[in-house]
């Protein structure tokens, strides 16, 4: 039991120091903005209690919004992406025994670790970019920021998935 603890504790550390010291020094034209930050609520064990993923939602949210001056934009997009979480797993499994404990690539398979990520990172970016802009005046400029930013954070999220989370 205390191995898991540690192995979210580093998983933790690790995806907030590689979104503010790597991540967030990438902006290709304003269009690209990469974030892997939220992967630590991507990958909790489904039987975490609801509440207590919404919790952790927030705090690594508002940390990343502390490193990045953004006022709690991180943290509203996290909890929200934690909210969706249960849904879109419910959505993605047919039956109740096709839940896996942990929501992992290699425990879940490419293509429901591909949808489960890509509804959540859209619904993350969602969020995060039309609160940033917090105006739909230029609507499909930052709903194409969404898709490419997207595009680009499952990207990241899924080649994480073979070099780094084998277990």
Do not use: C
Request: aromatic share 20%; charged share 10%.
């Amino acid at each position: 039991m205390i191995q898991i603890w540690i192995k979210y504790i580093i998983l933790f550390i690790t995806a907030v120091l590689v979104q503010v010291l790597f991540l967030n020094q990438v902006q290709l034209s304003g269009y690209l903005n990469p974030y892997f930050y939220f992967v630590f609520i991507l990958l909790l064990p489904v039987s975490t209690p609801r509440y207590a993923v919404l919790l952790l939602a927030f705090f690594l949210g508002l940390i990343v919004d502390i490193f990045s001056d953004t006022f709690g934009l991180h943290a509203a997009a996290t909890v929200f992406l934690a909210y969706f979480r249960t849904p879109v797993m419910n959505l993605l499994s047919a039956r109740e025994s096709d839940q896996l404990d942990y929501p992992g690539l290699r425990q879940t398979g490419l293509r429901w670790f591909l949808l489960y990520t890509i509804f959540l990172v859209l619904i993350h970016h969602l969020v995060l970019f039309y609160l940033e802009v917090f105006s739909f005046a230029d609507f499909f400029r930052t709903f194409i920021r969404v898709i490419f930013s997207t595009i680009f954070s499952v990207f990241i999220i899924v080649l994480s998935q073979f070099l780094v989370f084998r277990d």
